[in-house]
DNA sequence: TTGTTTTATGATAGAATTATTATAGAAACA
DNA sequence: TGTTTCTATAATAATTCTATCATAAAACAA
């Protein structure tokens, strides 16, 4: 489960993100002020920091640096509306994204999602139906046995899995995979690494279930 | 139908962009420095403009400070990758975002799409009365099951979307699915494949209540 | 009404897309 | 080095889509 670290010292808005992040199946944890964040963060792994710019004590920038020259995680700010001035500094300190408030839920969500997927900051372990990629170990397996993927097969798998639920075109994939620069690979050759890849995870690799065909579009893991 | 202004200067970035907007159902219209953009844009409306930083005739930082002055409209810059300094000018200059190139095309729709959420634009799932649309997944469904359009369907579906209440030609359709460039499709094709198209999303074919004809005119999706 | 134009429908050959099988050469590794 | 596995491609099959034709129906104008 992806875990957020809250850093917010408005106790209703916490109250209200704590419960909506947890429906949508985040696991949050919340900090009012920069001593506690720090705390939190030195004793467990979070996937995610959401760091209000304005807290009582201190503000948002110093847990912001102080959180990244520590760990690797990304860190989204929430910021006063049309404050350039916070945009600015947190992309400085490397912030991953800043949403304005007010926000909406769901764009907050959505930005949450797509940092996530950009920074490949999930967990490390997905799961895909009875298939599980742990991507710190560097291998798919299911019922714990190892699934044996080529380098490139396995390749291919973390594409679908940054962009789950995502219809990933074959143009896509060609560049995700082969890192196309004027490079001339053969379109089927990606057909054919789709077919490996289905014959090793689905059961039936007559009729996938985890990467289905989008015809006319590419393929889509939404499983 | 969501037009983007791109000005950018190196002609390959420019023509795989444009082809790649295209499918994804944007109408594209390019220049390639500041004074070509600036008169596009006082001829025609945008709806967004894609910006690169490092433009031969000025620079995009000019042209952007232009347009925003003049126009309401969403500016995203393309940065040179870390490139910190672009990025910050860019968000005193009121750009909506930046995206570092390299970038995969899907990150870039979906930075398109989310700016064009946030300012009261698109977002990625259309609600056409019990049918809706998912751009991300590529995927239209009634009820949860997908009605498994063609290629050529989805994509009639999307101008349609993106032109939600407007009339829209048959010669204005044809170019936009068959980008007709002295081609010569049969006019008929396109009837045929409204037939089509409303065969799988209507639910009394013969009674449209999503795509209607508009006799002498052409078609209007305005549900 | 009658004729004309526009739109709808059904059928179909050829095209395009995706799937499958096989294989030569490259790369990895002992 | 030799062995094994992997990679890219080719050739071919299976499937689905596309564009078109022919014809019917509907809307309109005289």
């Given at each position: 489960m992806t875990k957020i670290l809250l850093v917010e010292d408005d106790k209703s808005i916490v109250t209200n993100l704590v419960e909506f992040l947890t429906e949508e199946g985040f696991s949050v944890k919340s900090a009012s002020g920069q001593s506690g964040a720090l705390e939190l963060a030195e004793k467990e792994h979070f996937d995610m920091v959401l760091l209000?710019?304005?807290?009582?004590?201190?503000n948002g920038f110093s847990v912001c640096s102080a959180i990244k020259s520590e760990y690797d995680i990304p860190v989204i700010f929430l910021t006063a509306s049309g404050d350039e001035y916070s945009t600015v500094t947190g992309f400085e300190l490397g912030a991953d994204d800043y949403i304005p408030k007010p926000f909406r839920p769901r764009e907050l969500i959505m930005r949450i999602r797509n940092i996530l997927r950009l920074t490949g900051g999930n967990g490390s372990v997905t799961q895909l139906g009875d298939v599980s990629v742990d991507t710190v170990k560097g291998v798919a397996t299911r019922d714990g046995k190892d699934l044996y993927l080529s380098a490139l097969e396995y390749r291919l798998l973390l594409v679908f899995i940054n962009n789950r639920g995502a219809v990933l075109s074959r143009s896509q994939l060609l560049e995700a995979i082969w890192d196309i620069a004027g490079e001339f690979v053969n379109d089927n050759t990606l057909t054919v690494y789709i077919k490996r890849l289905r014959e090793k995870i689905e059961k039936d690799p007559q009729n996938p279930t985890i990467i289905k065909t989008v015809r006319g579009l590419g393929y889509r893991v939404d499983i």
């Open positions: 209000d710019v304005s807290l009582a004590d201190g």
